[in-house]
């Protein structure tokens, strides 16, 4: 009989864990790439209004996911430099979390379209798992808004 209860228990706690880490990854549940596969078009947004309070846990968590390996510290490399003024897809949040989560490639199949050019022609690959929740993706453009205050201008602006 107690054999019987403590297997029910341990079926019960591994049937709920799924749900646990949904809860976990944020808004959405799941990874940031089923944040972004999942949410209305226009609708995310970062729930860190004071970017800078955040920057240094995005800058680790930007390290930590290898971002450097293609933008290096801001500044570029084999990946456009994230200090300039040119933000291929838009700069607001909702793309931003987009481009990072699925890649270029998959933004455009949302229906996300270029809307400036820049030297560096490669795709962005997908990211969305690599990165494990929302919350750290979010930290992620946090820093990028530190390193670049300009993208944080009309950084809530709906994407178009």
Same mark, same amino acid.
Request: net charge negative; hydrophobic share 30%; charged share 35%.
């Given at each position: 009989m107690l054999r019987t209860f403590v297997v029910g228990l341990l079926l019960l706690a591994s049937a709920s864990a799924p749900a646990l880490a949904a809860q976990e990854g944020g808004a959405g549940g799941g990874s940031p790439l089923e944040t972004a596969r999942k949410a209305e078009k226009g609708s995310l947004k970062s729930p860190y209004a004071d970017y800078a309070s955040v920057a240094e846990d995005g800058r680790k968590v930007y390290l930590a996911a290898g971002c450097n390996g293609c933008h290096g510290m801001g500044g570029g490399g084999m990946g456009p430099p994230l200090t300039n003024q040119v933000w291929?897809?838009?700069?607001?949040? !909702?793309? =931003?979390?987009?481009?990072?989560?699925?890649?270029? !490639?998959? =933004?455009?199949?949302?229906?996300y379209s270029r809307k400036g050019s820049e030297n560096v022609v490669g795709p962005m690959p997908p990211f969305g798992q690599i990165v494990k929740s929302d919350d750290d993706m979010w930290k992620i453009i946090a820093w990028i808004r530190s390193v670049n205050p300009d993208s944080a201008s009309d950084s809530s602006a709906s994407a178009q």
């Open positions: 291929v897809y838009g700069k607001d949040d !909702d793309t =931003l979390f987009r481009l990072t989560a699925l890649g270029s !490639d998959e =933004l455009q199949k949302q229906g």
